[in-house]
């Protein structure tokens, strides 16, 4: 609360589709969650974004940030994770999700997390929505580990000690291109 940040959520909500409704849920949420740490009247307020949008203001958004989060239960490739790496933003990611295959210690932070059952009650959708059963799993992020991380990348995020600078991810694009990826398959 009493340094230069703000958290930055883009996002949407699964079964949602007006961006101010999305929005409004989202901030109660997140208020909710302050409220619950007796944090809520300390930090500075979210800056959420629900609208879809152009591609050249995602790579503005990207450009605004100094890292790219995605604390996700369970994700497989994640567009916006490599768009972030190529564009030279730190990640931030689970270790157990697809978004590992690109993003590691070298250029990024990998997050410990745990393995745990599906709660229905702890997921976040709707019944409409209902895509897991009693049989699978997903990976819970140690909030911990993410605080850790992102306090990592605040500290150097103006030295030489910021792990991804412009252009790390650059090989990205060769390694999961259409012919690398086909001649995969393909063996």
Same mark, same amino acid.
């Given at each position: 609360y009493n340094e230069d940040v703000i958290l930055v959520i883009k996002t949407s909500l699964l079964g949602v589709s007006d961006p101010n409704q999305a929005? +409004?849920?989202i901030y109660k949420?997140?208020?909710t969650v302050k409220k619950q740490l007796h944090i809520r009247g300390k930090l500075k307020k979210e800056? /959420? /974004?629900t609208e879809r949008l152009p591609y050249k203001d995602i790579i503005g958004l990207h450009n605004a940030c100094d890292c790219f989060v995605m604390p996700s239960n369970g994700e497989a490739f994640c567009r916006p994770a490599a768009e972030a790496l190529v564009l030279g933003k730190t990640p931030i990611v689970n270790k157990n999700s697809g978004m590992s295959d690109y993003i590691n210690?070298? @250029?990024g932070y990998l997050l410990k997390s745990t393995k745990q059952p599906v709660i229905l009650a702890n997921r976040g959708l709707s019944d409409d929505y209902d895509f897991y @059963? +009693?049989?699978q799993y997903w990976y819970h992020v140690d /909030?911990?580990?993410l605080c850790e991380k992102l306090r990592y990348v605040y500290? +150097?995020?103006n030295s030489d000690a910021h792990k991804n600078k412009q252009g790390v991810g650059?090989?990205?694009s060769e390694h999961f291109s259409y012919a690398t990826i086909g001649s995969n398959i393909c063996t």
């Open positions: 929005k +409004a849920q949420y997140t208020d800056f /959420i /974004i210690d070298v @250029n @059963n +009693a049989s /909030i911990y580990d500290d +150097a995020r650059t090989s990205l």
